[in-house]
């Protein structure tokens, strides 16, 4: 039987009230969708048109040229949602915009059926992120799989996104933030998963092979609420239980000259800190992973995870898989 938007978020209604209850209780909200439309557990973009397009007939999704646009939806005249995708993009990246227009088409649908409801919009550009984003990836990487598949990997955010039909690295990173948590492991496992992308106008196979640190940026940052920052970037940390801000970044953030991403931009092969200490108590015992990603032989991006040093044995399915590691079994930074 065919199912619309509204048939959906009637039901929604139904169970939950009002939008409030719902909308931004995203996991939950994503399973509703998926069980609602019969998704599979891990849809692509086949299925996306088979299941939404042309079974439901919710939506007319299809490619076209926006202008660097990721995607957009629209009502035509006949009042038939349309979504749009940049077709020249990857299809990773097209099955996550599609989703997350979803997400908007759906809170779009809450307000013409709900009197005085408006959905959360940025002020910058009225768009709905980031409640957009988190929806299309618990509906591109459900928790059922993506779970086994982190355990399985070691934490592996290059193999999970393969394993997930090329979810962006950020997406993975974000998904393993929200997921990897008490139940699903033991109360105090912190972990900080930081992705440096390269900046460049051009396309990565006309890239130089030649790049430096003032080429990257980190372009996504996740931690748990155990990994603390020291306030200030001052050479000396004098908390014990801080980790140095001058060596961790936030979002936006260049590499930390002469640390593991610098040298990992220097060497162009994964380094591996079995035991980083950054203060002589011992109190911040660290095992810290950098690892190189290369688009067309160029150095496109590196990863760099960190997790405590009793928790190690979570990265140890990552490191059998990796050639050429450089192990320091002991590492000091003050």
């Known amino acids: 039987m065919a199912r619309s938007f509204e048939d959906f978020c009637a039901s929604m209604l139904r169970v939950y009230g ?6 931004y209780d995203i996991a939950v909200l994503a399973q509703h969708f998926v069980e609602y439309f019969g998704l599979s557990s891990y849809p692509n973009l086949l299925e996306l048109k088979l299941v939404l397009d042309l079974h439901h007939q919710i939506v007319s999704i299809q490619p076209g040229c926006l202008g ?11 009042d038939k949602l349309n979504i749009e995708y940049e077709g020249t993009d990857w299809l990773g990246r097209n099955e996550f915009s599609i989703v997350h227009e979803c997400y908007e088409a759906i809170q779009e649908t809450f307000e013409v059926m709900t009197t005085g409801y408006k959905a959360y919009r940025d002020p910058t550009n009225l768009c709905m ?21 982190v355990i399985e990997t070691g934490l592996d955010v290059c193999s999970l996104r393969r394993y997930f039909y090329n979810r962006s ?46 080429d990257f940026h980190a372009g996504c940052v996740v931690k748990t609420s155990g990994i603390r920052l020291s306030r200030s970037k001052r050479r000396v940390n004098l908390k014990a239980y801080l980790l140095p801000r001058r060596l961790f970044p936030v979002r936006g953030e260049k590499p930390a000259p002469g640390f593991i991403v610098d040298e990992i931009i220097q060497c162009k092969k994964p380094v591996y800190f079995e035991n980083a200490m950054f203060d002589l108590l011992g109190a911040n015992e660290m095992t810290l992973l950098a690892r190189p990603v290369y688009w067309y032989g160029r150095l496109a991006k590196v990863v760099v995870i960190a997790v405590r040093r009793k928790d190690s044995g979570l990265l140890q399915k990552q490191l059998e898989g990796l050639s050429q590691l450089d192990i320091r079994p002991l590492v000091y930074i003050s």
């Open 18 to 23: 009002r939008p409030e209850a719902i909308a």
């Open 68 to 78: 660097g646009l990721a995607a957009c939806h629209y009502l035509d005249r006949s």
């Open 129 to 149: 992120k980031p409640y957009a984003d988190r929806f299309a990836a618990a509906v591109l990487m459900q928790p059922e799989v993506f779970i086994p598949a």
């Open 169 to 214: 690295y950020a997406s993975v990173a974000i998904r393993i933030k929200e997921l990897f948590k008490p139940p699903v492991v033991d109360d105090g496992i912190d972990f900080l998963i930081a992705i440096y992308d390269r900046e460049s106008e051009s396309e990565p196979q006309d890239w130089d092979f030649n790049c430096n640190s003032s």
